[in-house]
C-alpha cells in the first residue's frame, strides 16, 4: 500500500470521530477518577482514626497524611482532566503521569480501603489506555 493510500485511509471520518470521542472519554474517565480522589482524601481527613480488628490484635492507623495525598492528587487530575477537554497539548503527558502516580498511591492505599483503591486503580489504567492511544491529528 502506499504511503498517500495510508494517509487517505487515516483520515477517514469514522476515526476522525472515534478519535475525539477517546480524547471525551480520556477526560472524562480522568474527572472521574480525580472527583474519587478528592473523596477519598476528604474521607480520610474526616476521619482519620481508622480501626483494624484482627484476630487477636486491635491496630489503630492516622491517616491523615494519605487523605492530604489523596486530595492533592485528586485536584491534579481534575485540572488535568479539564486540559483535556480544552485539547491542551500538556495534558496528555500530565493525565498518564498523575494516573501513575494514582495507582501507585492506590496501591499503598489497598489495606486501609481495598474495593476503593481497585475501583479507582481501574479508572486510572483506563485513562492511561485511553490518552496513549489518543492521536491529537485527528482532533
Do not use: K
Not at 59 to 73: A, E, K, P
Not at 82 to 105: D, K, N, P
Amino acid at each position: 500500500m502506499s504511503t498517500s493510500t495510508s494517509s487517505m485511509s487515516d483520515r477517514h471520518p469514522v476515526r476522525n470521530g472515534f478519535a475525539g470521542a477517546t480524547t471525551i472519554a480520556a477526560g472524562a474517565l480522568l474527572a472521574a477518577a480525580g472527583i474519587l480522589s478528592i473523596l477519598q482524601g476528604i474521607s480520610a481527613l474526616a476521619n482519620d482514626d481508622l480501626f483494624v480488628v484482627g484476630p487477636e490484635y486491635l491496630y489503630s492507623f492516622d491517616i491523615t497524611g494519605w487523605g492530604w495525598i489523596h486530595l492533592l492528587i485528586g485536584i491534579l487530575v481534575v485540572a488535568t482532566a479539564i486540559g483535556l477537554f480544552a485539547a491542551a497539548t500538556w495534558a496528555r503527558a500530565v493525565a498518564i503521569v498523575l494516573a501513575a502516580v494514582s495507582i501507585v498511591a492506590n496501591f499503598l492505599w489497598l489495606p486501609y480501603y481495598p474495593w476503593w483503591a481497585v475501583l479507582v486503580i481501574a479508572l486510572d489504567i483506563l485513562v492511561i489506555w485511553a490518552v496513549a492511544t489518543w492521536s491529537p491529528d485527528f482532533t
